[in-house]
């Protein structure tokens, strides 16, 4: 680990004097003080994007959620919980040349969220009100000033891929979108391998399913020539 | 640990051939394939209850949910998601001399729950309906045929600690009630060290602040001392 990064450093790679934003991992939005709603995801596909990026010379600055995997070394790490303290920590790290927002930020978190624990109502069930989370991609995507060159966006879906991630593209106004099957029977969500389509303004790019760390060395190479061509 | 392991079984502590069937960690409650609902449980404090009733020579069934530390060596691990997984791996485990129910159970499900991933609705927010789970612990307590000799539940209260904990244990008709204060500013949920009150028939006894590992070894003997006076 330590060669690999002294060799990025003394390395005069691609992205060399680019600074690349990425998001990694699920959020956790509060229910009450003990209780939360989560998601899957392992945070290893970020991991291996912010990897990727540094092995190409990039100061990388990962914000990542509570995920199950490592921060790799040679980054500045911003550690978050929620949808809200992952925007507030994307504004702080803006200006970049690059986004990669690899996180699966929860859409929506829970509004009437309890200092204390959540006691039942009378028919035992909780009721829950639910507030729409802060689009990170959208906003960056369509910031009039100080817009990364390159913003790169993840879709995960369980049907439909290529159309759910083709219709995330244009209505986030990102460059490209990093779309993903994680129907059950994959077993991509939580695993070590990925089936990726990448999405672009000239349409959809199957990639043979591989390891999580090469789709991100690939990534990283294509993200490496969008920004220096 | 090995050598922990070999004393246990060739000491001839005061639990050998008595089976304790122990639940920890939190469960998570699906709401699509990719959300769920979860607990800060760590399942620290239930690992530490399996270790040290192994070490008295017990036979110990660990029935865990999704944890975030490992289960201990030398006990019988049946790893389960959900409220309904757990309620049904304690059925299987049964009978048992004595049960630790010590998982955080979430008390209900998103009965809602979808096989596709939940897309927004109209106004771009969730609606979740509930359902109630099973009441492991007032079930087991209550149970005519086969109810262990002694049933001790956890309370995980944020405020009035012994006020609620008291009318759990009448509420759920188990024996004990293992009671501790996860209010944020004590900063025990997902910590290291637990403030216990144990609520028995007699009323309520307050233990001192203490690492997770010398509260199990207490509660051990005490188990010990029931299961053989």
Not at 44 to 50: D, E, L, S, V, W
Not at 90 to 102: C, E, I, R
Not at 111 to 135: I, T
Request: charged share 25%.
């Amino acid at each position: 680990e330590i060669v690999t990064e002294i060799i990025a450093k003394l390395s005069d790679g691609p992205l060399q004097g680019k600074r690349i934003l990425v998001t990694s991992g699920p959020t956790h939005e509060p229910i009450d003080p003990v209780r939360y709603i989560a998601n899957r995801s392992s945070g290893a596909q970020g991991a291996a994007m912010a990897r990727a990026l540094r092995d190409l010379g990039a100061e990388v600055v990962f914000i990542t959620g509570p995920a199950s995997v490592c921060p790799p070394e040679g980054v500045t790490v911003v550690a978050v919980e929620t949808a809200e303290q992952m925007s507030e920590a994307v504004d702080s790290a803006l200006p970049a040349d690059a986004g990669v927002f690899a996180a699966a930020v929860s859409d929506w978190r829970v509004v009437n969220a309890s200092d204390q624990k959540l006691k039942k109502s009378k028919d035992g069930l909780p009721v829950m009100e639910f507030a729409e989370n802060p689009d990170i991609l959208k906003r960056v995507s369509h910031l009039e000033k100080g817009r990364p060159d390159l913003v790169v966006g993840f879709a995960a879906e369980t049907n439909d891929v290529i159309e759910y991630a083709t219709a995330k593209r244009l209505r986030k106004g990102c460059d490209w979108i990093v779309a993903n099957d994680v129907s059950p029977a994959t077993g991509i969500m939580g695993g070590s391998e990925n089936a990726v389509v990448l999405i672009g303004e000239n349409g959809a790019e199957e990639w043979p399913r591989m390891g999580k760390d090469q789709v991100a060395q690939q990534l990283a190479q294509r993200i490496a020539q969008a920004l220096t061509s």
